[in-house]
C-alpha cells in the first residue's frame, strides 16, 4: 500500500494491512467470473471481502465498545466471504486450490479479528 503524508492511526493495523490485500485478492478473481455473475455473486464476494477492511477502518475510530461491535461485523463479512468462496468453487469460476487459498486467508484474518475482539474486551471490562 502506499504511504500518503495523510496517515491514518488504522493503517497501522496489521489486520487493516491483511484485510485490504485479501479485499484485492477477492476483486481480481472476480474479473474470472462470468459477466452473468457481475451483479450477483461477483458484486456479493467483493462487497463483503471489502467489508472487512471498512469495518476495521470505521469501528477504529470510535470507543472500545463501538470498535469491538465494528470487529463483530468484520468477522460476519469474512465468514459471509467463506460461502462466496464455495459457490464460486462449486460454480467452477474458481480451482479448488484458489477456494483453499482464500479459506486460508480468511481464517488467517478470522483469528486476527477474534484476538483484537478479545483484547478489546479485556479493556471494556
Not at 471489502?50 to 468477522?75: P, R
Request: hydrophobic share 35%.
Amino acid at each position: 500500500m502506499r504511504k500518503s503524508k495523510y496517515h491514518f492511526k488504522f493503517e497501522d493495523l496489521g489486520i487493516y494491512a491483511k484485510a485490504m490485500e485479501f479485499g484485492e485478492v477477492v476483486n481480481r478473481l472476480g474479473k474470472k467470473f462470468p459477466k452473468e455473475e457481475r451483479f450477483e455473486l461477483t458484486s456479493q464476494f467483493k462487497r463483503a471481502a471489502d467489508s472487512i477492511a471498512l469495518n476495521i477502518a470505521e469501528g477504529s475510530s470510535g470507543t472500545d465498545k463501538q470498535f469491538h461491535n465494528y470487529l463483530g461485523n468484520a468477522w460476519h463479512s469474512a465468514h459471509e466471504c467463506i460461502s462466496c468462496s464455495s459457490k464460486a468453487q462449486m460454480r467452477n469460476y474458481i480451482t479448488a486450490e484458489e477456494d483453499e487459498e482464500n479459506r486460508k486467508l480468511i481464517t488467517e484474518l478470522s483469528k486476527m479479528i477474534t484476538s483484537l475482539r478479545s483484547a478489546i474486551l479485556k479493556r471494556i471490562k
